[in-house]
């Protein structure tokens, strides 16, 4: 372990130089061409096999130790974002429009010097290491599904991974046994009415305000039909209805997501949403198309596998809070590897305590402090090496 630290150490610049470089360059989900190429020339040149375009555009190399044991995945997803970049780092994006703001360049930059080091601890190694590098984590259907279903699982006894959490103090590590994030869900509703001239609203089915009544009365899911002991999220995103001032409009587009823990209350809360839109339209005489897309599956950590994590994580150098954090309602298809295997997922403190403001992922500011990318790795590295 400690020539493992050591190393990593080490090879914490390399690791900054890769972040740095993948967040020049940052591809969309489904679109990403040059990273897996990257990923894969730097496992072929530490020797490991590779494989590409696993589910589509996905990396998985292994790492088999000189020594019987078991076998290991550790995940880094390496997909950008749809943002335009407003950091005022001089290695901001060079892809108009695309930006690395969710910390998927960290991931990928941590998982590739972790392969480095522990490759120079074969002869050492018990077992099999996967790195399984995964495009198109922030798109729905997500890159998961597609590399379980090429084999990127096969023969794994567990897996573990991490999110880099630009809210979380440096130095910190969040665990939880369990359901840890939600099922990501979401839905598409056309209120098609009758529209019409502005002055004469009875000559028409006014698609703006039946759409106004349905998202009000989709707030009642929550806050009436749904257990309160029970977690759920209806949440709006999106209401269109563009028209001249003087125009009742005939068709309202609506978009929104949906976020819950249990399966039962997911599918209570799709249940209602078709019965309150279909009731509100009925009302107004009003037609309308409904869709509602099942996204990611709640992500729920094994026990076993959780409490190793957060007790290893406690022995590593820097990390100082080792917390269990509360669920979180944001959706991660690394829940896909966890219907299959055990395993755990876990989340790396990167806000820097110097910064005067934190923005979160997803925001065109979004930045982390680097030093969370040795943390990570010496958890997931440890995570390796000790497990029995």
Known sequence: ??????????????????????????????????????????????????????????????????????????????DALPIQEKTDVPFQSKNDGVMHACGHDAHTATLLVLAKALNQLQDELSGTVVFIHQHAEEYQPGGAIAMIEDGCLDGVDVIFGTHVWATGPVGSVGYRSGPVMAAADRFHLTVKGKGGHGAQPHLTKDAVVIGSQVVTNLQQIVSRRVDPLASAVVSVGNFVAQNAFNVIADTVQIDGTVRTFKESVRTKVEQEMKRIVEGTCLASAADYDFDFVRGYPAVHNTEKETNYVAELAKTIPGVDDVYEIEPQMGGEDFAYYLEHVKGTFFFTGAQHPDWEETYPHHHPKFDIDERCMLHASKVLGKAVLNYK
Do not use: C, W
């Open 1 to 78: 372990m400690k020539d493992l630290f050591e190393t990593l150490d080490q090879l914490y610049e390399e690791a900054v130089e890769i972040r740095r470089y993948l967040h020049q360059y940052p591809e969309l989900s489904f679109e990403e061409v040059e990273t897996p190429k990257y990923i894969a020339n730097y496992h072929k040149q530490l020797g490991h096999d590779v494989r590409t375009g696993v589910g589509g555009r996905g990396v998985v190399a292994k790492l088999t130790g000189a020594k019987p044991g078991p076998t290991i995945a550790l995940r880094a997803d390496f």
